[in-house]
């Protein structure tokens, strides 16, 4: 895009910045927030703010689905772009396979410019890539992070596909955004700035072939006939009855307004040039390292390593509430990273620490689905990553607690000084937990599952829901020195 015509987008009058100034003006230093816990509000959020956007969106994803989800933002971006708006989008390229024509078809148009984070050279046969350069290529960007004209934005833990907004019949996501305005929009505009320059984020025009001249006008024929069948249209509609964005711009959302930091790695980790101090989990660590009571944490690939173990375990002899809550080996969507984390459960259980796995499946869940008027699978699978200290501090970002987020993955999030928000967090932690999830208990030096239906208790002397291949699998993974690619 030229300077003439960037200035041109900047200078366009912007409803959003309007609507939200008097909020902003009265809470100076703070943001106001909004969790995101239900899938199909997330998702009308990203594409009513997508509607209401007249300058710049920035976009910045580690997964971009081309399935319902995806091509209902994709033509949200494509409409902004032809009102004028400057869109950017950065995606991680480890997750691209299959949507280099649709990305190509994009980028042509004159106010949508794509660049790839660490891409894979070889566009075809991506794993010769991993033969020759898999020290670069083994670091992603984990990032999320959706802005509207720098005023508001949305960060956390859902990727952009049909599983991560309740859009699909295989098993969902159990995932968390927060929406955010006043500075934190700043930051996190700031923060996309320096990735989208780094380095790592490659245009796409170096490559991949030039789009045909009718690319995107296909491309927009084949997105609009995508979105026109039973579950497409019901889902639409979910998107417009939405009242979350409307209720922003008219000044009826209800706030949590509070001091909000963003964290987040530098984009160099990406190339492996970063320095210990630049690490985004330096700086987690001095906020757990002020931990005096509790511990809520949410994590569904955890892998504490003996230092991380270490830690938790020092916390809890210390007379801290330490609890933790992960994917049953049921419920993981990666066996591998689940013996990373097995083999730590006996030491972390001897300490004090509470360890609590997400189900796949709960009558609870399965009573709130049919609530909704959902079909199809109500299994789940943990993929939030939040943790709350003291009921007076949030975390809500990508980052999981394993040796991938902490060494090689660039990974961003919130830290939200709310007790509000923070409570709030913790109470649905104790209040939720016991109904959709198993918790771990040691009786002498044997393992066993407590799972709990309305009154009833059922205990489990083996890891449940699972096969005795799966748990073969896990216990030898768990023997190998791999945790530093977990």
């Known amino acids: 895009m030229s300077v003439t015509a960037q200035e041109a987008t900047l200078s366009v009058a912007c409803p959003l910045q309007d609507s939200l100034a008097a909020l902003t003006r009265t809470h100076a230093d703070e943001s106001g927030l909004v969790a995101l816990d239900g899938g199909r509000d997330s998702l009308a959020a990203r594409v009513l703010l997508a509607d209401a956007a007249t300058r710049t969106l920035d976009v910045q994803y580690y997964i971009w689905r081309n399935d319902l989800s995806g091509n ?18 950065l995606l991680d390229d480890n997750n691209t396979v299959g949507l280099d024509p649709i990305l190509a078809a994009l980028d042509s148009h004159p106010r949508i410019e794509i660049r ?57 996501f159990v995932d968390l955004d927060v929406l955010g305005i006043g500075p934190v929009a700043d930051a996190v505009e700031e ?32 997105a ?25 711009l008219a000044g009826k959302q209800a706030l949590a307004w509070a001091p909000t930091h963003l964290v987040s790695d530098d984009p160099k980790k990406g190339l492996a040039h970063e320095k210990d101090s630049d690490l985004m989990v330096t700086r987690l660590a001095r906020i757990l390292g002020g931990m005096e009571r509790e511990l809520y944490a949410i994590s569904p690939y955890f892998v504490p390593t003996s230092r991380g173990t270490g830690f938790f375990c020092s916390r809890a002899r210390e007379g801290l509430h330490v609890a933790v809550l992960t994917n049953a080996l ?99 932690f104790v209040h939720d937990v016991q109904a959709n999830a198993y ?48």
């Open 439 to 486: 918790e771990v208990r040691l009786r002498g030096h044997r393992l066993e599952w407590i799972e709990r239906n309305e009154d009833v208790e059922s205990i489990h002397r083996t890891e449940p829901g699972s096969t005795i291949w799966q748990r073969v699998f896990v216990w030898i993974v768990g023997k190998l020195p791999i945790d530093w690619l977990l």
């Open 191 to 222: 923060d996309f700035e320096r990735y989208w320059n780094s380095a790592s984020a490659i245009p796409a025009t170096r490559l991949l072939p030039a789009a045909p001249a009718d690319a995107l006008a296909d491309f927009a024929v084949a």
């Open 72 to 89: 209902i933002l994709f033509e949200a971006l494509r409409r902004a772009a032809d009102r004028g708006v400057r869109v950017r989008l």
């Open 116 to 172: 790839l984070f660490n891409p894979f050279r070889q566009r075809r046969w991506r794993w010769l890539g991993y033969l020759t350069d898999f020290s670069r290529l083994n670091r992603r960007m984990h990032n999320k992070s959706f802005t509207a004209d720098a005023q508001a934005t949305i960060i956390g833990g859902r990727n952009i596909g049909d599983e991560y907004f309740d859009a699909g019949k295989q098993a969902l």
């Open 330 to 428: 049921e419920a993981t969507d990666v066996l591998a990273v689940h013996s990373g984390y097995a083999k730590r459960r006996h030491k972390l259980l001897r300490a004090g620490v509470k360890l609590y796995e997400l189900r796949r499946s709960s009558p609870a869940r399965r009573r709130w689905w049919r609530a909704q008027g959902f079909h199809g699978s109500s299994a789940s699978s943990l993929h939030a990553k939040t943790f709350s200290v003291d009921r007076r501090r949030l975390f809500i970002g990508s980052f999981n607690f394993d040796q991938r987020s902490v060494r090689l993955n660039t990974e961003m999030g919130l830290v939200i000084d709310s007790v509000e928000m923070a409570t709030a967090s913790a109470d649905a």
């Open 224 to 248: 609009n006939a995508r979105v026109q069948g039973p579950k497409a249209v019901a889902h639409l509609d979910s998107i417009q009855r939405s009242a979350l964005v409307r209720d922003l």
